[in-house]
């Protein structure tokens, strides 16, 4: 494992090799904002939040950086005017369908992101896929997945392992940056394996 | 679908769960649909989590969760077919099945979906079934290819 050399904001950082440039900026301490990121998973690239600029020999591309390898010798910006406005952009765009999440109006604030740019389309899920992957990669479970696709992606529960598994985990819950996944949760659950009736006062 | 059909074709992709979009295709062009027992099957049989399944299963539209009927009427609503009157061959069709896109009648006997181009625009309008191509169209026309197909 060689020793990387590169240039985060301005401050030299060591890396080893096959890191992620977003593992190596939180290893310096330097904060770039995530959504999809969980240290336990699979780096995703969903979210698109960890934009980064890049220069190397003279270019300057925008990465994701949860997915792009460090490299020798490259200069990393992590905020500058481009990817600031990016990342209102993503923000707004995210907050048409998740206006209310309590990460979102944090980060929105941040970066000026205004949550009314966008027409609502409120379906509650970021497709982060924080809770299918934790499921899948830490539990093994695999009681929650995507279906379909494109605009009509969303998450949904196969009924007979969540009836099993879910209600002793749960573990993916505090993961969701929505509380889209609860409801759906509750939703799959009140249709196909609703929780016994609580029993009538009994009479005295 | 039975069970030995499906074992079938996952023992001809040696049950690699890479295999996993062949077996579907393979299923599908034989059933014309994907019932849930035969994607438990091949769940089980490959090792793919049902989750996985059902996530390839619903991005590809080349497969169905739904029963198919015994043909399939591609309509071309392509620019050219567009122009030359495709939309007419849509109603005149959709009058005589009784089903819009996406939909089955309940004789299993016609599946109708619109595409957005076949590839022969020379032809358009073009209607297409059962991967057999009728060109130049006419509302009344299409009625009476489609009264050939049982």
Redesign the interface.
């Known amino acids: 494992m060689s020793d990387i050399q590169l240039e985060i904001d301005g401050k030299p950082v060591q890396a080893k090799e096959g890191m992620t440039l977003l593992e190596a900026a939180q290893g310096a301490g330097i904060a770039i904002p995530t959504l999809c990121h969980h240290e336990k998973l699979e780096p995703f690239g969903g979210c698109r939040l960890c934009i980064v600029e890049v220069e190397e020999r003279g270019w300057t591309k925008l990465v994701v950086s949860c997915v792009f390898p460090v490299k020798e010798n490259i200069v990393v910006r992590t905020r500058s005017e481009k990817i600031d406005r990016i990342r209102k952009t993503i923000l707004e765009l995210l907050m048409a369908h998740a206006p209310d999440s309590p990460v979102l109006i944090d980060l929105a604030k941040e970066y000026g992101a205004d949550r009314n740019r966008f027409e609502k389309e409120a379906s509650f899920c970021i497709h982060c896929g924080l809770c299918v992957r934790y499921c899948a990669e830490v539990k093994k479970k695999h009681a929650v997945g995507f279906v379909d696709r494109g605009i009509r992606k969303e998450i949904s529960f196969i009924p007979e392992i969540a009836a099993k598994e879910c209600d002793s985990c749960k573990e993916c819950f505090p993961l969701c940056p929505t509380s889209y996944l609860q409801a759906a949760f509750v939703l799959t659950g009140s249709l196909s394996f609703p929780p016994p009736a609580p029993k009538p006062p009994s009479e005295e | 679908m039975d069970n030995d059909r499906i074992d079938q074709i996952i023992e001809k992709h040696h049950g690699e769960p890479s295999s996993l979009i062949q077996v579907l295709l393979e299923i599908q062009s034989e059933n014309h649909w994907l019932p849930k027992a035969a994607l438990e099957r091949v769940g089980e049989k490959l090792k793919v989590?049902?989750?996985?399944i059902?996530?390839i299963a619903?991005?590809y539209k080349a497969f169905s969760l739904v029963p198919k009927g015994r043909h399939g009427i591609h309509i071309c609503m392509g620019t050219a077919c567009h122009v030359r009157g495709a939309g007419r061959i849509l109603d005149a069709v959709q009058d005589r099945t009784g089903i819009k896109p996406g939909e089955t009648d309940l004789d299993l006997k016609f599946s109708l979906e619109t595409v957005n181009c076949l590839g022969c625009c020379a032809l358009g309008p073009v209607m297409e079934v059962d991967g057999k191509a009728h060109g130049k169209m006419t509302p009344s026309q299409s009625a009476e290819v489609l009264k050939t197909y049982e």
Do not use: A, E, S
């Not at chain 2, 989590?49 to 996985?52: L, Q």
């Open positions: 989590p049902y989750t996985r059902q996530h619903t991005f």
